[in-house]
């Protein structure tokens, strides 16, 4: 069952890091005046149709080679009259992958070849017509971006902590692993922090972790689902998603108290201040029900209280102090706010749509649950604030330029909320009110802001590599703490005795402005990145030795079970199902990639072990009848 398993996370990772090309840039939408809004072509019984439109890799630095390509396909055979990419502005048109393929009633793959020697935007679309219809790929009402470009390799990430008069106290080096959250216990005592493939707990007196847990089923760095991780007030509780898995820790342990496959990766991660309540926003589609998610579950049990779709990602979630109540917020094409209470899954508030062809990206709500703030991004870029008792917006406020809101924070009584943008404009808000208490303007785009809760401590960090602490009360500048990489994540202790920061690459550089903006790199040397078919034929392999396992397994499982029927018999013990519950003689297990994850709902019926229920596999399943009496290694930690 270990090699099992250790397939299966490969296979996961490799998938991963293909889906992520293929859903990710759906909602890298830019309000760009070379690339507004485009026309939507009409409908007819002759249109041929595009998919799997995306450009490879989606992010690198510059001086690297990228291939944008997209499958033609018509229903009747007929040849195209011309694929074209739409390419920053221009049409052009685009040849075959393989030049003698002609099957286009079952598809044929295009390609565009594109090495960027500078940074910025990349915009684009694909169109194609039969001569009798035309069909469209890779937009929704702009067109989408990529790839997302870097002037480094961002292999110099790190956690660190500062204290609240400036000072440095310790860095944690993480190496090229992208950190996807940092959150500090209110007293600023403990630590937690995530990257692609680690959960670390400190206790803030030492840069060694207290544990760390290694995941398996890690997720490849690049694009903005990175996952998230939350602490309870007192620290006792860890709460994280980490690939496309939530993990339940225990400050006492690195060995998870429960975890729950929510077969997609994660945007973010929260817990109630009393570390009753859970929950996750999900990455996925609208045709899957099972992605697109926002869960919630109580800490007892790995089985979610409740789960909700939405035709578009979940992006940032936020529970009040006891969990009663959850603030959400989703990303194209759904773009709304939400706030929902821990009894239904029927929404309180569900808006409208907030933005035109952007995400809603940011959710925070009070500590009571009576207020929601929400940041919106690009071409409405701005903040919406929601009253949940009246179910109505209290206000409004555009950003300058309508710049991203990719960062927010709200105090614990409500009170006062924090903005900070892709523009570097930096915001503290009364919540009676859309006209800032205070403003500040930096030389970067701000990926991440929190406030103090005594409103006495503003920390903010982006892409200059810098954490600035800034003084809410005198509304100046306090001090700022150089870092190696772009800060995309800060979180302050309720205190403000520490702040907490971590760096990643900037998860939408299209919008972010540099120094380096617009400079004209020589690329003497171009980066050919490994191929997409070398790829999928390492997920392939890796699938068809799944599959040969998994028929030696169904042999062995045949005759043990056998085995076990004889003294059943014997003993007159009666039960439904058997071994065949675990592994079906009939069920599918086609894990072989082709440009989607097929088998995934096979793979998780097989693996996931909230559907195993069994004792001595390291994982507490409450909801199955585990407890610390009848099965105390796997339940210790409760």
Same mark, same amino acid.
């Given at each position: 069952m270990?090699?099992?398993?250790?397939?299966?996370?490969?296979?996961?990772?490799?998938?991963?890091l293909?889906?992520?090309v293929?859903?990710?840039?759906?909602?890298?939408?830019?309000?760009?005046?070379?690339?507004?809004t485009?026309?939507?072509?009409?409908?007819?019984?002759?249109?041929?149709?595009?998919?799997?439109?995306?450009?490879?890799p989606f992010?690198?630095?510059?001086?690297?080679?990228?291939?944008?390509?997209?499958?033609?396909?018509d229903?009747?055979?007929?040849p195209?009259?011309?694929?074209?990419?739409?390419?920053?502005?221009?049409?052009?048109?685009?040849?075959?992958?393989?030049?003698?393929?002609?099957?286009?009633?079952?598809g044929v793959?295009y390609?565009?070849?594109?090495?960027?020697?500078?940074l910025?935007?990349?915009?684009?679309?694909?169109?194609?017509?039969?001569?009798?219809?035309k069909?469209?790929?890779?937009?929704?009402?702009?067109?989408?971006?990529?790839?997302?470009l870097?002037?480094?390799?961002?292999?110099?990430?790190?956690?660190?902590?500062?204290?609240?008069?400036g000072?440095?106290?310790?860095?944690?080096?993480?190496?090229?692993?992208?950190?996807?959250?940092?959150?500090?216990?209110?007293?600023?005592?403990?630590?937690?922090a995530?990257?692609n493939?680690?959960?670390?707990?400190f206790?803030?007196?030492?840069a060694?972790?207290?544990?760390t847990?290694?995941?398996?089923?890690?997720?490849?760095?690049?694009?903005?689902?990175?996952?998230g991780?939350?602490?309870?007030?007192?620290?006792?509780?860890?709460?994280?998603?980490?690939?496309?898995?939530?993990? *339940?820790? +225990?400050q /006492? =342990?690195? %060995? #998870?108290? &429960? $975890? !729950?496959?929510?077969?997609?990766?994660a945007?973010?991660?929260?817990?109630?201040?009393?570390?009753?309540y859970?929950?996750?926003?999900?990455a996925?589609?609208d045709?899957?029900?099972?992605?697109?998610?926002?869960? *919630?579950? +109580?800490? /007892? =049990?790995? %089985? #979610?209280? &409740? $789960? !909700?779709h939405?035709?578009g990602?979940?992006?940032?979630?936020?529970?009040s102090?006891?969990g009663?109540?959850?603030?959400?917020?989703?990303?194209?094409?759904?773009?709304?706010?939400y706030?929902?209470?821990?009894?239904?899954?029927?929404?309180?508030?569900?808006?409208?749509?907030?933005?035109r062809?952007?995400?809603?990206?940011?959710?925070?709500?009070?500590?009571?649950?009576?207020?929601a703030?929400?940041?919106?991004?690009?071409?409405?870029?701005g903040?919406?604030?929601?009253?949940?008792?009246?179910?109505k917006?209290?206000?409004?406020?555009?950003?300058?330029?309508?710049?991203s809101?990719?960062?927010?924070?709200?105090?614990?009584?409500?009170?006062?909320?924090?903005?900070?943008?892709?523009?570097?404009?930096?915001y503290?808000?009364?919540?009676?009110?859309?006209?800032?208490?205070?403003?500040?303007?930096?030389?970067?785009?701000?990926?991440?802001?929190?406030?103090?809760?005594?409103?006495?401590?503003?920390?903010?960090?982006?892409?200059?590599?810098?954490?600035?602490?800034?003084?809410?009360?005198?509304?100046?500048?306090?001090?700022?703490?150089?870092?190696?990489?772009?800060?995309?994540?800060?979180?302050?202790?309720?205190?403000?005795?520490?702040?907490?920061?971590?760096?990643?690459?900037?998860?939408?550089?299209?919008?972010?402005?540099?120094?380096?903006?617009?400079?004209?790199?020589?690329?003497?040397?171009?980066?050919?990145?490994?191929?997409?078919?070398?790829m999928r034929?390492?997920?392939?392999?890796?699938?068809?030795?799944?599959?040969n396992?998994?028929?030696v397994?169904?042999?062995?499982?045949?005759f043990?079970?056998?085995?076990?029927n004889?003294?059943?018999?014997?003993?007159?013990?009666?039960?439904?199902?058997g071994?065949?519950?675990?592994?079906q003689?009939?069920?599918?297990?086609?894990?072989?990639?082709?440009?989607q994850?097929?088998?995934?709902?096979?793979?998780?019926?097989?693996?996931?072990?909230?559907?195993?229920?069994?004792c001595?596999?390291?994982?507490?399943?409450?909801?199955?009848?585990?407890?610390?009496?009848?099965?105390?290694?796997?339940?210790?930690?409760?």
């Amino acid at each position: 069952m270990k090699m099992l398993r250790r397939l299966f996370f490969f296979i996961n990772l490799v998938a991963g890091l293909f889906l992520s090309v293929l859903t990710v840039n759906a909602e890298v939408k830019i309000n760009n005046p070379s690339c507004g809004t485009i026309p939507k072509l009409p409908k007819t019984e002759n249109d041929p149709y595009l998919f799997e439109g995306h450009v490879y890799p989606f992010w690198g630095p510059v001086c690297q080679r990228y291939t944008y390509s997209v499958i033609y396909r018509d229903e009747k055979g007929r040849p195209p009259e011309y694929v074209r990419i739409y390419f920053n502005g221009k049409m052009i048109d685009i040849d075959k992958s393989d030049s003698n393929d002609t099957n286009y009633q079952k598809g044929v793959r295009y390609q565009y070849r594109y090495v960027p020697d500078k940074l910025g935007s990349n915009f684009y679309f694909f169109e194609a017509s039969n001569g009798v219809g035309k069909a469209r790929a890779s937009i929704i009402d702009s067109p989408d971006n990529g790839p997302v470009l870097f002037e480094g390799d961002f292999k110099d990430n790190e956690i660190a902590l500062i204290d609240a008069s400036g000072n440095l106290v310790w860095r944690f080096p993480v190496g090229e692993e992208w950190v996807g959250g940092v959150a500090l216990s209110d007293d600023g005592r403990y630590l937690a922090a995530q990257t692609n493939r680690h959960v670390y707990l400190f206790n803030t007196d030492s840069a060694k972790p207290v544990w760390t847990y290694t995941s398996k089923m890690s997720s490849p760095p690049g694009g903005d689902v990175k996952g998230g991780i939350d602490i309870s007030t007192d620290g006792s509780m860890i709460f994280t998603a980490l690939g496309s898995q939530a993990l *339940l820790f +225990n400050q /006492k =342990s690195n %060995k #998870p108290v &429960w $975890q !729950y496959d929510i077969g997609n990766s994660a945007y973010s991660a929260a817990v109630s201040k009393d570390g009753e309540y859970l929950a996750i926003g999900t990455a996925g589609s609208d045709e899957n029900q099972d992605s697109n998610l926002l869960i *919630l579950w +109580n800490k /007892k =049990s790995s %089985k #979610p209280l &409740w $789960q !909700y779709h939405a035709s578009g990602n979940f992006h940032e979630v936020s529970l009040s102090n006891d969990g009663a109540f959850v603030a959400a917020a989703t990303g194209c094409p759904d773009r709304r706010a939400y706030i929902f209470s821990k009894d239904s899954n029927e929404p309180i508030l569900r808006t409208e749509m907030l933005t035109r062809d952007s995400p809603v990206d940011e959710a925070q709500i009070s500590g009571s649950g009576d207020l929601a703030a929400f940041g919106l991004e690009s071409d409405q870029g701005g903040l919406a604030i929601y009253d949940r008792v009246g179910k109505k917006q209290l206000w409004r406020f555009e950003t300058p330029k309508r710049k991203s809101v990719r960062a927010l924070s709200i105090t614990d009584d409500g009170q006062l909320i924090a903005a900070a943008t892709f523009g570097g404009q930096v915001y503290i808000f009364n919540n009676e009110s859309n006209k800032p208490l205070a403003s500040w303007s930096l030389d970067a785009s701000m990926g991440a802001v929190e406030i103090s809760d005594d409103g006495r401590l503003l920390a903010v960090g982006g892409a200059d590599s810098k954490v600035h602490l800034l003084n809410p009360q005198d509304k100046t500048f306090h001090r700022q703490i150089v870092l190696s990489e772009y800060v995309g994540e800060i979180d302050v202790a309720a205190n403000g005795k520490y702040v907490a920061a971590g760096t990643s690459g900037s998860v939408y550089f299209f919008e972010t402005f540099s120094p380096n903006e617009g400079k004209i790199f020589p690329c003497v040397e171009i980066v050919e990145p490994v191929s997409e078919a070398e790829m999928r034929s390492s997920s392939k392999t890796t699938g068809s030795k799944l599959n040969n396992l998994v028929g030696v397994m169904r042999k062995k499982l045949s005759f043990f079970e056998k085995i076990l029927n004889f003294f059943k018999n014997i003993l007159g013990i009666k039960t439904e199902g058997g071994l065949k519950q675990a592994i079906q003689p009939d069920e599918k297990t086609d894990y072989q990639l082709n440009g989607q994850n097929q088998g995934n709902d096979q793979a998780e019926n097989l693996l996931s072990p909230e559907k195993q229920g069994v004792c001595g596999n390291n994982v507490c399943e409450p909801d199955l009848g585990e407890t610390k009496e009848s099965c105390p290694g796997d339940c210790s930690n409760i």
